[in-house]
T-cell receptor
Framework: DAGVIQSPRHEVTEMGQEVTLRCKPI?????LFWYRQTMMRGLELLIY????????DSGMPEDRFSAKMPNASFSTLKIQPSEPRDSAVYFC?????????????FGPGTRLTVL | AQKVTQAQTEISVVEKEDVTLDCVYE???????LFWYKQPPSGELVFLIR??????QNEISGRYSWNFQKSTSSFNFTITASQVVDSAVYFC??????????FGKGTLLTVNP
């Protein structure tokens, strides 16, 4: 069974540009999570979905960030406009069953660099 | 509020040494779940173990073992006879009624040959 798939693996962009990160969760998983990892702040939960519906977006840093899950097999995290402080590794994860109860499986991450 | 503390920021050992990674948690939930993840240099997070608050039995998986003690709110992870491939950042995480995982800051383990 394929794991969580993320694309691109690396993204370098200039300040002000729009960035779109993509995620395909594990088939059959009903929860999807977006995390951001930086040296300063560690792993932060940005938003999570249950059955394609956003449940908690309290971790989204500001309006420049948005996430969608149009169907059970695809999600996007968009940053518009991007800023240098958005540089981080962004992880997508999925799980089956209640969030916080069952193990989450992580994708390889997207390393974003905003110049 | 949920909190996970991994007081050891970095640990360095020589191959074949045993090493214990500490994890202390705070929660008001009576039912909660504890996890350990490994993040090797390649970057992705790998799930290692999940424990629920009603199961205090220690777990052993090969060279890995976990000691869960509710009395001290700790869920420590021991690697026996460490190997270079064990070098990674290890994260402890807590889940509960807020339906999220709260991660610790991680412990960087370096195993030197």
């Amino acid at each position: 069974d394929a794991g969580v798939i993320q694309s691109p693996r690396h993204e370098v962009t200039e300040m002000g540009q729009e960035v779109t990160l993509r995620c395909k969760p594990i088939s059959g998983h009903d929860y999807l999570f977006w995390y951001r990892q930086t040296m300063m702040r560690g792993l932060e939960l940005l938003i999570y979905f249950n059955n394609n519906v956003p449940i908690d977006d309290s971790g989204m840093p500001e309006d420049r960030f948005s996430a969608k899950m149009p169907n059970a097999s695809f999600s996007t995290l968009k940053i518009q406009p991007s800023e240098p402080r958005d540089s981080a590794v962004y992880f997508c994860a999925s799980s089956r069953g209640l969030a916080g109860v069952n193990e989450q499986f992580f994708g390889p991450g997207t390393r974003l660099t905003v110049l | 509020a949920q909190k996970v503390t991994q007081a050891q920021t970095e640990i360095s050992v020589v191959e074949k040494e045993d090493v214990t990674l500490d994890c202390v948690y705070e929660t008001r939930d009576t039912t909660y779940y504890l996890f350990w993840y490994k993040q090797p240099p390649s970057g992705e997070l790998v799930f290692l173990i999940r424990r629920n608050s009603f199961d205090e039995q220690n777990e052993i998986s090969g060279r890995y073992s976990w000691n869960f003690q509710k009395s001290t709110s700790s869920f420590n992870f021991t690697i026996t006879a460490s190997q270079v491939v064990d070098s990674a950042v290890y994260f402890c995480a807590l889940g509960g009624s807020n339906y999220k995982l709260t991660f610790g800051k991680g412990t960087l383990l370096t195993v030197n040959p």
